[in-house]
Nanobody
Framework: LQLVESGGGLVQPGGSLRLSCAASGVTFVYHTIAWFRQAPGKEREGIAYITASGSTIDYADSVKGRFTISRDNAKNTVYLQMNSLKPEDTAVYYC????????????????WGQGTQVTVSS
């Protein structure tokens, strides 16, 4: 399973971006997909995940109410809609996949993308 993130960029505070995580491989539909981010000098943190069927979704407190994760299994793609962005959201955003995870623990995810940079600045 290979993952490719896109959609990052520079946005002003209060703005929005939508990230995409495109997967190759027929097993995508059986995987939980999560988004993580890593800011300069900080540890990577999990911010959202969605299970294979989409029946279970959870968010980190830092993004709850502002970010929305969704998936389109027909397109092998997971999205992260980010609204009301803040400078502290600046980070490299990664998507990750695992067939069993229902959490945001880095060590539980076997497949990772290369990341996309999100910068929130005026």
């Amino acid at each position: 399973l290979q993952l490719v993130e896109s959609g990052g960029g520079l946005v002003q505070p209060g703005g929005s971006l939508r990230l995409s995580c495109a997967a190759s491989g027929v097993t995508f539909v059986y995987h939980t997909i999560a988004w993580f981010r890593q800011a300069p000098g900080k540890e990577r943190e999990g911010i959202a995940y969605i299970t294979a069927s989409g029946s279970t979704i959870d968010y980190a407190d830092s993004v709850k109410g502002r970010f929305t994760i969704s998936r389109d299994n027909a397109k092998n793609t997971v999205y992260l809609q980010m609204n009301s962005l803040k400078p502290e959201d600046t980070a490299v955003y990664y998507c990750a996949a695992d067939p069993r995870s229902v959490d945001l623990l880095i060590g539980d995810y076997d497949y990772w993308g290369q990341g996309t940079q999100v910068t929130v600045s005026s």
